[in-house]
């Protein structure tokens, strides 16, 4: 199911018309726009043209990807808008996202502030009659006049040759969501997003917020997501890299991820007052490590050796412990003594992969000490199952998750290594709709430091594209719940 890209005017429809994307030419006006769309059925539409601006900021060559258009019964969302800006931008253009008004006639002097007063940002002379299609449509418009730049005056001409180049730019997105559009449906895995120590952590760093005021500094990414920090740091959370960037006596918190004794030596020699949210599965690691070192112990630890968790677990006996990140260096990494070993593992890792590396270790060095619970958090150990349960059955699977989230990263490659083309995305901007391309299945799922509220707006844009059914594929029930330290409590 390939959608049509209509577009009102001869000049415009040339100007988006590249190869393998059809175009139609559906004359001007109110009265062409609703027959086209008669003729169309329900064909996906996209609806590209020239417009006029009326809000403030919106200038001539500029696109507008309309958010929602005039329908009969009211304004009609258009919910795949966020994903075909991201094409548009990603191209070069410059794009504003809004609603977009029709008008039975060309807009000009007062009218504009009429139009813009009811919070539109672009006005047109059809999109109203499109909104009859059943299926997928959207609406993108190049601005040619604006308040500043009136239609009746010279520079006009000039304006809408602009305006038609930045269409022209604009065809190969239009294609990529010509393309990306199909019936089919979501499958939402289950787990997914915030485990406890997430909400835990995000939840010290409020409750500190409101107990003694900001600003209140937090040693690195309080969770490894940028939509967590970005919303902390509005409310006033400061991050920084290390303690010796905190004034002294300030309020400090501590990272999801644990930090090694000597950070804490440092902030007491500050006198910060320490707010600790590391996440208790951390914390149970940290302590198996040093229960290990007291004894005398090499301690194996399995992980990725450039990560916030395991550096912290390292420093709780830097001389004794040693990174194992893959199968290949445990079947080469050497102790002190065979007999006095002991291996742990950094919480985020993917438990096949961890599985693997601590067989070869077993098989090396027999008398080698073990925890006596799996590492791998109870949230890390969901997630996986559930988007592999999701991979088996998708044609591409979406991860929310920032960059630098280890078990989001580790949620995608566990999606590759059962059947599915699998993207990290930190937030619906990141997909490239040519992923979608003939994908009538598309997974979801989202790291445990995704906020859920990502998903629920990455689910609404890919039903714009008429993905539209939506199963939850539930592999467990998560009802964990850590208690905070008593600084917020």
């Known amino acids: 199911m390939n959608g049509v890209v209509c577009a009102p005017?001869?000049?415009?429809?040339?100007?988006?018309?590249?190869?393998?994307?059809r175009v139609v030419h559906t004359g001007m006006g109110p009265r062409r726009s609703a027959e086209a769309v008669v003729r169309l059925g329900d064909t996906p539409v996209?609806?590209?043209?020239?417009?006029?601006?009326?809000?403030?900021?919106?200038?001539?060559?500029?696109?507008?990807v309309a958010t929602e258009i005039d329908g009969p019964d009211g304004p009609v969302p258009l919910k795949s808008a966020p994903l075909l800006a991201a094409a548009l931008r990603r191209l070069g253009l410059t794009v504003h996202t809004g609603p977009v008004a029709s008008s039975d006639a060309l807009v000009d002097g007062a009218e504009r502030n009429r139009f813009a007063a009811r919070g539109a940002l672009a006005v047109d002379m059809e999109s109203a009659q499109f909104a009859a299609v059943p299926g997928p449509l959207a609406v993108v418009r190049a601005i040619v006049d604006t308040r500043d730049?009136?239609?009746?005056?010279?520079?006009?001409?000039?304006?809408?040759?602009?305006?038609?180049?930045?269409?022209?730019?604009?065809?190969?997105?239009?294609?990529?969501?010509?393309?990306?559009?199909?019936?089919?449906?979501?499958?939402?895995?289950s787990p997914r997003s915030f485990c406890a120590g997430v909400d835990r952590a995000?939840?010290?760093?409020?409750?500190?917020?409101?107990?003694?005021?900001?600003?209140?500094?937090?040693?690195?990414?309080?969770?490894?997501?940028?939509?967590?920090?970005?919303?902390?740091?509005?409310?006033?959370?400061?991050?920084?890299?290390?303690?010796?960037?905190?004034?002294?006596?300030?309020?400090?918190?501590?990272?999801?991820?644990?930090?090694?004794?000597?950070?804490?030596?440092?902030?007491?020699?500050?006198?910060?007052?320490?707010?600790?949210?590391?996440?208790?599965?951390?914390?149970?690691?940290?302590?198996?490590?040093?229960?290990?070192s007291s004894r005398g112990d090499t301690v194996l630890l399995i992980g990725h050796a450039d990560h916030e968790e395991v550096e912290g677990t390292v420093g709780e006996a830097p001389g004794q412990v040693l990174v194992v990140e893959d199968a290949s260096a445990a079947a080469h990494v050497q102790v002190a003594d065979p007999e006095k070993v002991a291996y742990a593992m950094q919480t985020t890792l993917a438990v096949d992969e961890a599985d693997e590396i601590a067989s070869v270790l077993r098989g090396r060095f027999p008398a080698m000490a073990a925890p006596r619970r799996d590492d791998i958090c109870y949230a890390t150990t969901n997630r996986q199952r559930a988007v592999r349960a999701v991979a088996e059955k998708a044609d591409v699977v979406l991860v929310v998750g920032s960059a630098n989230s280890s078990n989001s990263k580790r949620l995608v490659e566990v999606s590759r290594r059962h059947g599915a083309p699998a993207h990290l995305i930190d937030d619906v901007s990141e997909v490239d709709m040519r992923w979608l391309a003939g994908a009538r299945r598309i997974g979801i799922t989202a790291g445990a430091s995704a906020p859920p509220h990502l998903v629920e707006e990455l689910t609404q844009c890919l039903a714009g594209l008429g993905r539209t059914s939506v199963r939850d594929s539930q592999v467990a029930d998560e009802d964990v719940r850590f208690t905070l330290p008593r600084e917020v409590g």
């Open 9 to 21: 005017m001869y000049l415009e429809a040339a100007a988006v018309r590249v190869p393998g994307m």
């Open 46 to 64: 996209v609806v590209a043209g020239i417009g006029g601006g009326v809000a403030h900021g919106v200038r001539p060559g500029d696109l507008v």
């Open 149 to 189: 730049h009136p239609l009746w005056r010279p520079g006009t001409l000039r304006r809408g040759i602009t305006g038609l180049r930045s269409l022209r730019a604009a065809a190969p997105a239009l294609r990529e969501w010509c393309s990306a559009v199909d019936q089919g449906e979501i499958l939402l895995a």
């Open 202 to 292: 995000i939840e010290i760093v409020e409750r500190a917020l409101e107990r003694y005021g900001a600003p209140v500094y937090v040693r690195r990414q309080i969770v490894h997501n940028a939509h967590v920090v970005r919303r902390l740091e509005r409310m006033g959370a400061v991050f920084v890299r290390e303690v010796d960037e905190v004034p002294a006596g300030a309020t400090t918190v501590l990272a999801a991820h644990g930090v090694a004794p000597a950070v804490r030596q440092e902030a007491a020699a500050k006198d910060l007052r320490v707010i600790d949210a590391t996440c208790p599965l951390v914390t149970k690691v940290h302590n198996e490590v040093r229960r290990y």
